[in-house]
């Protein structure tokens, strides 16, 4: 089955549209500027961003798409895709438009203006990462053992891998911190999402008390001079923030000190507000519904980005030597920050989390 056939001939003319066909439909609309090829978006939907894919470099393009697919229908298994009733000769095909679907569905707008930077990286969060779980020890601080997992995740999801704090007591899990969605790229992290865990589950009051600590070192007046447009960094949640933090213990013992937190994931965020006009179309909702959700969905949307920003924007009143890089803008469009420093916390909770990460780890400088 050739991949470049499958994109250029069916998804780049469907992507335009605003409905890439697979065995499910994904609702993704792009453009795309290729030298003779281009086309336009036709697509039925009016609320709707449409980017170009813009690729200046087309032989260095095909060959990482082809790359990718590869690398990813190696990495995800069959299982992986539910395609549960499909006849057999069909699946390979499927399969391919699936996973490049997922690919542009985990990109932002700066991706689709620089395409093959995006592939490689995608490349690379596939091979620098691997399954690994270490347990940290006992925390004075949440009277729990704590453990890390990195683990794959779903293809669904927005990277192949997420990062996991666990509390447990007598080897019972008493705790499951959200979990956190990253990839390595040359020396790099990408930080895409912290999730609640899913299902959900009733919380240990015990260590939601002890995470009250989290306030501990921070000072609102005397930090207001770090309140980005994200809001106030007291507005945290104190599992989030202790995720963020153990992560970036992680990093530090396998040597990547520099983080980036991409903006909008343009592709997911139109995807909600067409299945929206979709049921408005064919009268499943009102209009009055139609707007109600999506005014939901564009607050949502801003809260979840928002809240990430602030996450890791707090950690800079904790660690005073970590150095922002660059905030979110129209010419970075990422929250840029280097933790090569994390001396100095002012906050006891935090900082004997990082060490205990830091004495089971050691020195496991990424390769």
Not at 3 to 11: K, P, R, S, T
Not at 305 to 332: A, G, M, W
């Amino acid at each position: 089955m050739n991949i470049l056939d499958i994109f250029y001939n069916e998804v780049v003319n469907e992507a335009k549209e605003g409905e890439i066909k697979s065995y499910f439909t994904f609702n993704i609309a792009f453009e795309i500027d290729c030298g003779e090829i281009r086309t336009y978006n036709s697509a039925k939907f009016d609320n709707i961003i449409v980017p170009t894919l813009r690729i200046s470099d087309k032989e260095r393009f095909d060959e990482l798409l082809v790359e990718y697919v590869l690398s990813a229908r190696e990495f995800y298994p069959l299982e992986d895709f539910y395609f549960d009733d499909l006849e057999e000769d069909k699946i390979e095909k499927e399969r391919i438009k699936t996973l490049i679907s997922y690919l542009f569905s985990n990109a932002t707008y700066d991706d689709f203006n620089n395409p093959c930077e995006f592939i490689q990286r995608r490349i690379d969060f596939i091979n620098n990462t691997k399954e690994e779980k270490y347990a940290l020890g006992y925390s004075n601080e949440l009277k729990s053992n704590l453990s890390i997992d990195v683990m794959k995740d779903s293809l669904c999801n927005e990277t192949p891998y997420q990062f996991s704090l666990v509390a447990s007591n007598d080897g019972e899990e008493v705790y499951r911190f959200p979990s956190l969605k990253f990839g390595i790229s040359h020396d790099k992290a990408y930080i895409y999402a912290i999730q609640n865990p899913n299902p959900s589950y009733e919380k240990n009051k015990k260590i939601n008390r002890a995470l009250y600590k989290i306030g501990e070192g921070f000072n609102a007046k005397e930090d207001n001079y770090k309140l980005y447009e994200e809001g106030n960094l007291k507005d945290v949640t104190a599992s989030f923030l202790m995720v963020a933090n153990t992560f970036l213990g992680y990093l530090k013992n396998i040597g990547i000190e520099e983080i980036f937190i991409p903006s909008i994931l343009i592709e997911r965020w139109n995807a909600k507000q067409i299945a929206n006009e979709k049921k408005l179309e064919d009268g499943r909702i009102t209009k009055e519904v139609y707007e109600e959700r999506s005014e939901k969905h564009d607050n949502l949307q801003s809260n979840l980005t928002e809240k990430l920003l602030r996450t890791f924007l707090r950690l800079t009143s904790h660690y005073p030597n970590i150095e922002v890089l660059s905030y979110p803008s129209d010419e970075t469009f990422s929250l840029n920050m280097n933790i090569s420093n994390l001396d100095n916390c002012n906050n006891k909770l935090l900082s004997e989390t990082l060490d205990l990460v830091s004495c089971t780890m050691g020195d496991k400088r990424h390769k």
